[in-house]
């Protein structure tokens, strides 16, 4: 099956800092690195690298054609990425030296992919198929119900979080993924847990204390995160994401779908970097015998 991706593209700017700027601080950077990134592309490439055939929705501008090439490359259908006047999001990203990071989005064309894009890409759906979103585009609530229509199973990962866009997609949703710090401002915009919004499906990532699966009408259950040393987290979250519906699409079991994306985050933030270092399935075969 395929999993359609309405999704962001960035070039990330990574910068290396002792430690994430405070208001009004300057700080000099010990190291710089451009990156393919977007929470949407990070969730295609790791998709794609777990073996999954992905195809990406959204758009980039006349200075992104490198992006949609290199998306293309890594095994992505690039066929629905349009190529539209506004430029091409961007994110400056602070990584300090325990990991931690900070991030400043530009959306650009990232709001600006045109809904004939997304109705001509379904228009190849087939029921059974996902549809993935993050909330870095535009035109969720639109995909959301014609997935659901066509027959799609959807997903969405609330992120970066924004509870009226949540509440736009929430009736569509077979899987929602969100982090602890989401899921408390969810709790807090509905006055309910995620658990209780009648998702099929819900994990709520906790870095290094693992994730939580909410399954519908059954007991919540817990998997432990592997103990690495992390230099840079970001991207890890997407990565998660990725793997779980890759293995899921290719027939897995929730909880071995998550042992994997488990491994394959962890190996992540063993890296310095986003869409362009995310493991693939030999990397994180290989981890598991090590
Ligand atoms: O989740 C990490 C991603 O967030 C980065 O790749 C950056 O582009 C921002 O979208």
């Known amino acids: 099956m395929t999993i359609w991706n309405l999704g962001s593209i960035n070039a990330d700017m990574v910068y290396a800092l002792p430690h994430l700027p405070g208001p009004g601080e300057t700080l000099a950077a010990a190291g710089f690195q451009q990156f393919l990134g977007g929470k949407g592309t990070n969730m295609s490439v790791a998709a794609a690298r777990a073996a999954a055939h992905v195809a990406h929705i ?3 501008g006349p200075d992104g054609r490198w992006a949609k090439d290199r998306l293309t490359e890594y095994g ?10 506004t430029a091409t999001g961007h994110a400056i990203i602070a990584v300090a030296a325990d990991g931690e990071n900070q991030i400043i989005l530009y959306p650009g064309a990232n709001r600006a992919i045109p809904e004939t ?3 001509l890409a379904l228009s190849e759906a087939r029921p059974g198929d996902w549809l993935v979103m993050q909330n870095e585009t535009c035109l969720q609530a639109q995909a959301a119900k014609m997935a659901r229509d066509l027959g799609l199973k959807v997903a969405y990962a609330a992120a970066p979080f924004d509870a009226d866009a949540v509440q736009a997609v929430l009736p569509y949703l077979d899987f929602l993924i969100l982090n602890a710090v989401e899921a408390a401002q969810l709790t ?4 309910q847990g995620p658990e209780a919004l009648g998702i099929a499906d819900v994990i ?22 592997q103990k690495v040393d992390p230099v840079d987290t970001t991207g890890a979250g997407d990565t998660f994401t990725g793997y779980v519906l890759a293995g899921l699409d290719r ?30 399935l030999k990397d994180v075969q290989d ?4």
Request: no cysteine.
């Open 117 to 119: 894009q997304l109705g």
């Open 58 to 60: 959204g758009a980039v």
């Open 287 to 290: 981890a598991r015998l090590g």
């Open 188 to 191: 807090q915009a509905k006055g």
């Open 204 to 225: 709520i990532t906790q870095g290094a204390e693992g994730a939580t699966h909410l399954r519908q009408g059954d007991a919540a259950r817990h998997y432990p995160a």
């Open 76 to 85: 992505v259908d690039t066929r629905f990425v349009a190529e539209v006047d």
């Open 251 to 280: 027939g897995l079991p929730m909880p071995q779908a998550i042992a994997q994306a488990s491994l394959a985050a962890a190996l992540m933030v063993t890296r310095r970097g986003t869409a362009d270092v995310i493991p693939d």
